[in-house]
């Protein structure tokens, strides 16, 4: 019993042998008359070599970028250090914007109520309730009555609290950004009013 099994393994392992040597010598044959695996092989590397080269130039527009965009920030004017325990570092100059309204327009509403334009509305914060006004003539102060008028919107109310760079202040001159509580909803665009007298 054990020979015949011995016999029938050494069999099957005999078959094994001879169709892995029928294989390798096809791969051989195919090899020598050019169509083999090796010959793809060399294919796929040239199609590869030309990708290769297209990430390579992206690289280099990448570290470009980067360059260019340190370059910028290097060309900024940085702030001056606030000083330890001293006063607050003086306030950059205030940029001036050009007045939506030219200057010598007096609307319907000015001259019946005396209100005179000084900024509009740049943003407005919907959570915080917060309108974002940038003073192009003129200064406000808390206390002041304002109105603020725009396609939809157009209402009147008083100064009861202002900040700029989240700093609480009591007066804002022109050129500045001032960030104005209202009680109703505004909308970038809109014309603030100070009503006087």
Do not use: C, W
């Not at 570092?89 to 019946?112: D, E, N």
């Amino acid at each position: 019993m054990a020979t015949r099994k011995k016999a029938k393994a050494k069999k099957a392992r005999t078959k094994k042998t001879r169709a892995k040597r029928a294989k390798s010598a096809k791969k051989t044959a195919a090899r020598k008359a050019g169509r083999g695996p090796a010959t793809r092989k060399r294919g796929a590397k040239a199609r590869k070599a030309p990708k290769a080269k297209r990430a390579k130039g992206r690289a280099k527009t990448k570290t470009k970028a980067k360059a260019k965009t340190k370059a910028k920030a290097k060309a900024r004017p940085k702030a001056a250090p606030r000083p330890a325990g001293g006063p607050p570092a003086p306030a950059p100059a205030p940029r001036t914007f050009p007045s939506p309204i030219p200057a010598g327009a007096v609307t319907p509403a000015a001259s019946a109520a005396s209100e005179r334009p000084i900024g509009t509305v740049t943003h407005y914060y919907t959570d915080l309730s917060v309108a974002i006004v940038r003073l192009d003539s003129g200064s406000l102060r808390e206390g002041d009555t304002v109105r603020i008028k725009g396609h939809t919107s157009d209402f009147t109310q008083p100064v009861e609290s202002m900040e700029i760079d989240h700093l609480r202040v009591d007066a804002a001159y022109p050129g500045q950004a001032v960030g104005l509580r209202v009680r109703e909803h505004a909308r970038e665009n809109d014309v603030v009013y100070k009503i006087e007298g």
